[in-house]
């Protein structure tokens, strides 16, 4: 059946990608398109609004001031262009342009480190009645429109950067592309194409009966030993990744495998991080199960995707390297809501609710701990508009919210490299949005969507 959790991809296409960049490249198609996708999803004024020439000066007001790490009063940020200039209005001169937002928090553009855009690509019209809407297509041009909803969707809650941890056919290295080149409107993107897996892995068109076959144009990624996945690295990065994603144990949702079973042999994960570390990229690890986790903690996974079950000792060891954990909270509560609304199997079922039960004895400890934590939510195994709830549902497990904040903001962005964002001082980005009130008080009032929403010095909402 079709499965709804989004880590294990399709297969990469080159000829799927092609299509879809010569789609995303026709710019009078696509700002129609970008135009439409708008009106539909985003709020009044949600095109983004250019602040006109580099030099123009605006000062943004508000009672408060988030600026990645600690809380500030009053809010004031005088910006140049696209990137922040100070914090004293005495800065701006006469001619400034300023936007007062009354009792809201100024803060950092937020960041989620795990979602995945594209819309799968299945092959009929009856699987794509299996999963959340508009979460799935039976083509190629389908899906990419598809997918620029879903980007833009969390552009509108707040997420000015996002990053892709399992691309489908392609689409979210054209998306990305296209929306760093200006040709359609969406947050910034980090991708990682497809997951690399093991034969048969999470990430393994495994999911299907056996008795079905699916034509493809290229196999997964998939590979066996420490060259095999070296190779499969360097295919990647030809593609122009980000970043590496491997899925070092089995899933909740796919099918035929056991969820917290390592998947990866530890020389395995060595290779992927050494060959990926040559060429300047990081790698994230989907991994549920103590033994899986610490498999890949010790092969130098950046960041543990999930991490349902972490154990003392592995947490430890994340400390002593650094390593991220990206916990994904609302994904697996998103499978358990009563009805079954997703329709999931049975099987499915009692996997969630046993992954539930050890994620939960697992964040407990983790928050204990003084491991680093990135904001990240595994959109797209529930609409992507639900992407701002796990901050209530981390606060519930003990995360403070100057914590979680710093998660979405300074923390995320250091897990991702990116060191233009992710903190609002001079000379970064001016990727900034406010919400009403104090989410350092009430975590939950992200939940709502922003009243002020800016990607480089544009104004996209508010």
């Known amino acids: 059946m079709f499965d709804p959790c989004r880590c294990p991809q399709e297969p990469y296409s080159a000829r799927l990608r092609a299509t879809a960049e010569i789609a995303f490249g026709r710019r009078a198609f696509i700002v129609g398109a970008a135009a439409s996708f708008a ?21 943004l007001r508000a009672a408060r001031l988030f600026d990645g790490m600690t809380m500030r009063t009053p809010g004031v940020i005088v910006l140049r262009g696209e990137r922040i200039a100070s914090f004293l209005a005495g800065d701006a001169g006469a001619d400034a342009t300023t936007i007062d937002l009354g009792d809201a928090t100024l803060m950092p553009g ?48 707040g997420f000015t950067t996002i990053r892709d941890v399992g691309g489908g056919a392609g689409i979210d290295l054209a998306m990305r592309d296209a929306i760093a080149r200006g040709a359609i409107a969406g947050p910034r993107m980090l991708a990682s194409g497809s997951s690399l897996s093991i034969t048969g892995g999470h990430a393994d068109t495994n999911d299907y009966a056996p008795w079905v076959h699916v034509e493809t144009d290229e196999a997964p990624a998939t590979s066996y030993g420490p060259y095999g996945f070296r190779e499969q690295v360097r295919a990647h990065v030809k593609r122009h990744v980000d970043l590496i994603k491997i899925v070092a ?20 994960i060595q290779a992927v991080v050494d060959e ?24 130098g996974c950046h960041s543990i995707e999930h991490g349902s079950g ?24 998103s499978i358990l809501q009563p009805g079954n609304p997703n329709r999931i199997s049975s099987d499915g079922l009692e996997k969630a609710h046993y992954a539930a039960r050890v ?37 519930t497990m003990g995360m403070t919210p100057l914590d979680l904040l710093r998660s979405a903001t300074s923390s995320a962005a250091d897990l991702l490299g990116t060191r233009d964002r992710g903190h609002l001082a001079p000379t970064m980005l001016a990727d900034i949005v406010a919400f009403a009130g104090d989410p350092s008080r009430d975590i939950a009032l992200l939940e709502r969507k922003p009243v002020f929403v800016m990607l480089g010095g544009k104004r996209i909402a508010g």
């Open 39 to 59: 009106a539909l999803f985003l709020p009044r004024g949600a095109r983004a609004e250019s602040l006109a020439s580099s030099d123009k000066v605006t000062v």
């Open 110 to 157: 937020l960041i989620d480190a795990h979602t995945h855009v594209a819309a799968n690509v299945v092959p009929s019209a009856y699987l794509t009645s299996l999963g959340p809407k508009n979460e799935a297509a039976t083509s190629i041009a389908e899906a990419a429109l598809l997918s620029v909803a879903n980007a833009q969707i969390m552009l509108a809650n």
């Open 249 to 268: 144990t089995g899933g909740v949702l796919s099918y035929g495998d056991t969820f917290d079973v390592p998947q990866f042999n530890l020389d395995e």
């Open 276 to 299: 990926a570390g040559k060429f300047g990229r990081k790698v994230s690890a989907h991994a549920h199960g103590d033994p899986g986790i610490a498999q890949a903690v010790r092969g």
């Open 310 to 333: 972490v154990g003392a000792t592995t947490l430890h060891e994340m400390q002593q390297r650094g390593t991220y954990l990206v916990p994904t909270i609302w994904a697996l509560d």
């Open 359 to 395: 994620r939960d004895e697992g964040m407990k400890r983790a928050v204990a701990t003084s491991v680093k934590f990135a904001y990240g939510t595994d959109a797209g195994v529930f609409p992507h508009a639900q992407n701002n709830r796990d901050f209530a549902a981390l606060r």
